[in-house]
């Protein structure tokens, strides 16, 4: 290949998930469904060669990437971690009838609020830009999978078009699908998002 495919996928579903609970930098593990979508994202993706796999250091990236790694050996970056939600840590988005997650996301959509002790929308977006910088030094061509989570993965998608995070974040990706880039020497970039079928 004289370009670079690359394969960005959400972590598989956890209780928290489910629960509509903001997560960010917690360290919550796959429930059963988010272990048999990771089952399903393994059987899509057997029989890829894949020349770099990469992931967070938190725990449901990590079991979500388990069964690639024989294709490749698996290297886990923090800069792939979640942003730090600060207060918001494991509240319940639909409590207090709803107004939890409007004050969520009035606070998050600006980038420069950390959230209480957290991590704002711009750290965070610096913090992903070094990891994809680090992936994109070591892979010009080939293909490369990374496993990371909603918010990390919607600015790996800023970073490569140079969007801001609110147009990115329009892509929402649930649980263990995948968005796709081919990442070519002239600048051009092919992108598109493959669903999980349930």
């Known amino acids: 290949m004289d370009y670079l495919r690359l394969f960005v996928a959400r972590h598989g579903e956890t209780d928290w998930n489910a629960q509509s609970r903001a997560q960010g930098m ?3 593990g796959l429930n059963e469904k988010g272990k048999a979508q990771a089952a399903k994202l393994l059987d899509r993706y057997q029989y890829y060669h894949f020349d770099g796999i990469y992931c967070s250091d938190l725990a ?3 079991e979500s990437v388990e069964g690639l790694q024989a294709k490749s050996p698996l290297v886990v970056l923090s800069e792939l971690n979640e942003q730090s939600l600060g207060s918001f840590e494991g509240k319940y988005m639909d409590g207090d009838e709803g107004r939890v997650r409007q004050e969520f996301v009035r606070r ?3 980038p420069n609020d950390a959230l209480d002790g957290g991590e704002s929308r711009e750290t965070h977006r610096a913090r992903v830009a070094q990891g994809l910088e680090k992936i994109l030094d070591t892979h ?4 490369v999978f990374i496993m990371g989570h909603g918010g990390t993965n919607t600015l790996i998608l800023a970073e490569l078009f140079s969007w801001d995070t609110i147009n990115a974040a329009q892509f929402f990706q649930r649980n263990c699908e995948v968005f796709a880039f081919d990442i070519f020497s002239n600048g051009h970039i092919n992108f598109w998002q493959e669903l999980l079928i349930e």
Do not use: N, V, W
């Open 26 to 28: 917690s360290d919550i």
């Open 60 to 62: 449901r990236t990590k």
């Open 108 to 110: 998050i959509t600006d």
């Open 140 to 143: 010009e061509t080939g293909q």
